[in-house]
T-cell receptor, first 111, second 111 residues
Framework: GDSVTQMEGPVTLSEEAFLTINCTYTATGYPSLFWYVQYPGEGLQLLLKATKADDKGSNKGFEATYRKETTSFHLEKGSVQVSDSAVYFC??????????FGAGTILRVKS | NAGVTQTPKFRILKIGQSMTLQCTQDMNHNYMYWYRQDPGMGLKLIYYSVGAGITDKGEVPNGYNVSRSTTEDFPLRLELAAPSQTSVYFCASLGVPDGYTFGSGTRLTVV
């Protein structure tokens, strides 16, 4: 079945550092891809999405590009803030509108 | 607009006890989902529903039951609680153009 693999954490960065969280997927066809963010004690919130190859999703300074050739959807941000500390999940939407999630990556940003 | 509401937020159960996790959405979404989140494992789909009266199993349905008598409500039932069901449970709904909306979760401990 479909699956998502993302880099293990935790990732610890200093404020204003560059962030990359790797995400690759295995799927039949070309699913929509998502990044969700989970702040402590809260549910998941959609961060960004891309629905077809070469699409770039962006929100709050975060970006990810749907790369069909490498089956990847890496999350990037040029300058992280302490408030970005959270758990980030990469996900794809498979048949039946069901989300398949990666294991999540904890991001810690130090001031 | 409350979105997706889950109750309770926390619960401790003894082995063999039963309980129902409540989920209600006020967005008139047809699709609803139950996921469980275990540390380092991402979210796994338990059950989902594409509309009132229609439910189907997800990836990890054993030990759980659901019903969908109305569009708004999608309760999850644990009949004989086991320690392996200790987890954080998230309910979600899906609609256009909202996309997925997640509840804030129920943290369940089985002792």
């Amino acid at each position: 079945g479909d699956s998502v693999t993302q880099m293990e954490g935790p990732v610890t960065l200093s404020e204003e550092a560059f962030l990359t969280i790797n995400c690759t997927y295995t799927a039949t066809g070309y699913p929509s891809l998502f990044w969700y963010v989970q702040y402590p004690g809260e549910g998941l919130q959609l961060l960004l999405k891309a629905t077809k190859a070469d699409d770039k999703g962006s929100n709050k300074g975060f970006e990810a590009t749907y790369r069909k050739e490498t089956t990847s959807f890496h999350l990037e941000k040029g300058s992280v803030q302490v408030s970005d500390s959270a758990v980030y999940f990469c996900a794809l939407m498979e048949y039946g509108n069901k989300l398949v999630f990666g294991a999540g990556t904890i991001l810690r940003v130090k001031s | 607009n409350a979105g997706v509401t889950q109750t309770p937020k926390f619960r401790i159960l003894k082995i063999g006890q039963s309980m129902t996790l409540q989920c209600t959405q006020d967005m008139n979404h047809n699709y609803m989902y139950w996921y469980r989140q275990d540390p380092g494992m991402g979210l796994k789909l338990i059950y989902y529903s594409v509309g009132a009266g229609i439910t189907d199993k997800g990836e990890v349905p054993n030990g759980y039951n659901v019903s969908r008598s109305t569009t708004e409500d999608f309760p999850l039932r644990l009949e004989l609680a086991a320690p392996s069901q200790t987890s954080v449970y998230f309910c979600a709904s899906l609609g256009v153009p909202d996309g997925y909306t997640f509840g804030s979760g129920t943290r369940l401990t089985v002792v």
